[in-house]
T-cell receptor, first 114, second 113 residues
Framework: AQSVAQPEDQVNVAEGNPLTVKCTYS??????LFWYVQYPNRGLQFLLK??????LVKGSYGFEAEFNKSQTSFHLKKPSALVSDSALYFC????????????FGDGTTLTVKP | EAGVAQSPRYKIIEKRQSVAFWCNPI?????LYWYQQILGQGPKLLIQ????????DSQLPKDRFSAERLKGVDSTLKIQPAKLEDSAVYLC???????????FGSGTQLSVL
């Protein structure tokens, strides 16, 4: 069975500082990895994905994520946080050998303080 | 382009009553998903359709939940009878294919009293 772990319920950073939101996964086949963001009173939105190729992928709003196969991790990063980045972030894994079934983590609340 | 449409936005029912949710995916998206999101948790897949066929319904409580996607376009999810633990946000999502990014609707917030 596939699974996703987001070990931190909450991440707090100061505006202008770098941020990292952690994600580890478990899947039997090769993973497709995704990050989604949920702003208050808005639906889930796609941020970025890793399918194959470069381990560092870039996405929307200046976010990037690094795929590490040996550590089975896909951490979300941004060099300089903005107050407007404050939201709930979900990591998801899809096993392309399992009909694309998506499994989500329980989310990490990011708070960026001015 | 129009997004994923869901209705109703909110629903309050008493336990043992029935309820239905409707979803219209983005035009041309073959894959449609229903997720249940309980407060404080990530979305949990209930059922996945590819066109009008079911790909995965392993986590759907089939004794009370049912879903259909007639003509491979819009879909309905029904709960009958509802239990207190069904209180959650029900999210519909669609994608071009099984391994593409998901586009989510705004969800239906269900409260079972």
């Amino acid at each position: 069975a596939q699974s996703v772990a987001q070990p931190e319920d909450q991440v707090n950073v100061a505006e202008g500082n770098p941020l990292t939101v952690k994600c580890t996964y478990s899947v039997s086949g090769n993973p497709y990895l995704f990050w989604y963001v949920q702003y208050p009173n808005r639906g889930l939105q796609f941020l970025l994905k890793y399918i194959t190729g470069d381990n560092l992928v870039k996405g929307s709003y200046g976010f990037e994520a690094e795929f590490n196969k040996s550590q089975t991790s896909f951490h979300l990063k941004k060099p300089s946080a903005l107050v407007s980045d404050s939201a709930l972030y979900f990591c998801a894994v899809r096993d392309y050998t399992n009909a694309g079934k998506s499994t989500f983590g329980d989310g990490t609340t990011l708070t960026v303080k001015p | 382009e129009a997004g994923v449409a869901q209705s109703p936005r909110y629903k309050i029912i008493e336990k043992r009553q029935s309820v239905a949710f409707w979803c219209n995916p983005i035009s041309g998206h073959a894959t449609l998903y229903w997720y249940q999101q309980i407060l404080g948790q990530g979305p949990k897949l209930l059922i996945q359709f590819q066109n009008n066929g079911v790909v995965d319904d392993s986590q759907l409580p089939k004794d009370r939940f049912s879903a259909e996607r007639l003509k491979g376009v819009d879909s309905t999810l029904k709960i009958q009878p509802a239990k207190l633990e069904d209180s959650a946000v029900y999210l519909c999502a669609s994608s071009l294919g099984a391994n593409e990014k998901l586009f989510f609707g705004s969800g239906t917030q269900l409260s079972v009293l």
